[in-house]
Structure formats: structure tokens, C-alpha cells
């Protein structure tokens, strides 16, 4: 009689890969804290006492901007998948150089805000939590910029292919999470002021 022996490779063991199982915990984490941040807005708006203020065009082309670069880090994700290392490097460079236009975009929006004398540490609660909400959003998005430079990083050394997918589909999946985060947080400043 043949007993089966328990295996001894722990990484075959787990049902979920433990690295995206912290992304799509690190997402719910930002989902709620943003979900916290525009709650609080609503709260706030509904006392009184708020300035709606018109939001500065460039953050409509930080919004453009997002979405090519969605656009872009899913050509990289379909062309790892092909082999295509070429076209994957081209593709996770757009992104990167979309990422810094985000980046640019947002800081030209709250340079308008300043020029306006609407600044963060006023008395104006609209103005605060305008900056607050889009300030945190950005880091998120620093964070996704370090994530697709380590996934070009890993392309050029070779280590992102079809048979090695797990770098560029986490990254593609936190970078649609926040352009879709970015979209949302847009649209809902734009009709609560």
C-alpha cells in the first residue's frame, strides 16, 4: 500500500499567491481610506459654511492623462503576454513618462489654486480637503510610478515574459486601480462643490 507524502515545496502550497493577495489588500486598504476621505467631505459640505470654488482645468487633463496611461500599461501587459519584450519596454516607458505628465498636470492645478490664494492651510474647508484628496491620490500614484519602474527594470533584465507575468500583471492591475480611483475622485469633486 502507497501513502502520499505531504509535500515539502511551500510555494506550490498556497492557493493564492501571497504578493497579489497584499495588492488586492492594499487596494481594499486605499479603497476604504478614500471611500473614509469623501465621506468626510460629504459630512463637512452638508454643515455649511463651504466655498465651491471651480476646479482648475489642468485636473481634467490629469484625467486624459490617466486614462492613456491605462491605455499603455495594458499594451505592456498584452505584449509581455506575447513576448514582445520590445513593445512591453515602449509600452511601460509611455506609462512612466504619462505617470510624470499626471504628476505634472496635478502640481499646474494646485499652482492655479495657489495663484488664486486658495491654499491648503486656509480657513476654507472646500480648498483643504481638495488638496488632501488629490495630494494622497498622488502618492498613491508614486507609488504605482515605482512599481512600473521596477517592472521595466525587470523587463530589460529579461525577467518579465509569458512564463514570468506575475511583476507586470500586479503592477497593471494597481495602475488601472488608481486611474479608475482617479476618475472617480475627479467626478465626485466636480459635482460636490
Given at each position: 500500500?502507497?501513502?502520499?507524502?505531504?509535500?515539502?515545496?511551500?510555494?506550490?502550497?498556497?492557493?493564492?499567491?501571497?504578493?497579489?493577495?497584499n495588492?488586492?489588500?492594499?487596494?481594499?486598504?486605499?479603497?476604504?481610506?478614500?471611500?473614509?476621505?469623501?465621506?468626510?467631505?460629504?459630512?463637512?459640505?452638508?454643515?455649511?459654511?463651504?466655498?465651491?470654488?471651480?476646479?482648475?482645468?489642468?485636473?481634467?487633463?490629469?484625467?486624459v492623462?490617466?486614462?492613456?496611461?491605462?491605455?499603455?500599461?495594458?499594451?505592456?501587459y498584452?505584449?509581455?503576454?506575447?513576448?514582445?519584450?520590445?513593445?512591453?519596454?515602449?509600452?511601460?516607458?509611455?506609462?512612466?513618462?504619462?505617470?510624470?505628465?499626471?504628476?505634472?498636470?496635478?502640481?499646474?492645478?494646485?499652482?492655479?489654486?495657489?495663484?488664486?490664494?486658495?491654499?491648503?492651510?486656509?480657513?476654507?474647508?472646500?480648498?483643504?480637503f481638495?488638496?488632501?484628496?488629490?495630494a494622497?491620490?498622488?502618492l498613491?500614484v508614486?507609488?504605482?510610478?515605482?512599481?512600473?519602474?521596477?517592472?521595466?527594470?525587470?523587463?530589460m533584465?529579461?525577467?518579465?515574459?509569458?512564463?514570468?507575468?506575475?511583476t507586470?500583471?500586479?503592477?497593471?492591475t494597481?495602475?488601472h486601480?488608481?486611474?479608475?480611483l482617479w476618475?472617480?475622485?475627479?467626478?465626485?469633486?466636480?459635482?460636490?462643490?
Amino acid at each position: 500500500m502507497m501513502t502520499a507524502t505531504p509535500s515539502t515545496n511551500t510555494k506550490n502550497n498556497y492557493v493564492v499567491d501571497p504578493k497579489r493577495f497584499n495588492l488586492w489588500l492594499a487596494i481594499i486598504g486605499s479603497t476604504m481610506f478614500f471611500a473614509a476621505l469623501t465621506s468626510a467631505y460629504i459630512v463637512k459640505r452638508a454643515e455649511g459654511n463651504w466655498n465651491a470654488f471651480i476646479i482648475p482645468e489642468q485636473f481634467i487633463y490629469s484625467t486624459v492623462v490617466v486614462i492613456l496611461s491605462s491605455v499603455t500599461m495594458q499594451w505592456a501587459y498584452f505584449a509581455a503576454k506575447r513576448d514582445e519584450l520590445f513593445q512591453t519596454k515602449v509600452a511601460l516607458i509611455s506609462t512612466l513618462i504619462l505617470g510624470i505628465a499626471f504628476g505634472l498636470s496635478q502640481y499646474m492645478g494646485w499652482k492655479v489654486l495657489v495663484d488664486n490664494n486658495m491654499h491648503f492651510a486656509s480657513d476654507d474647508v472646500a480648498v483643504s480637503f481638495f488638496y488632501t484628496i488629490t495630494a494622497f491620490h498622488f502618492l498613491h500614484v508614486f507609488g504605482g510610478w515605482i512599481a512600473a519602474s521596477r517592472a521595466l527594470w525587470k523587463t530589460m533584465k529579461l525577467e518579465v515574459h509569458k512564463k514570468s507575468m506575475r511583476t507586470i500583471s500586479m503592477c497593471t492591475t494597481y495602475w488601472h486601480f488608481m486611474g479608475v480611483l482617479w476618475i472617480y475622485l475627479y467626478l465626485f469633486l466636480f459635482l460636490n462643490r
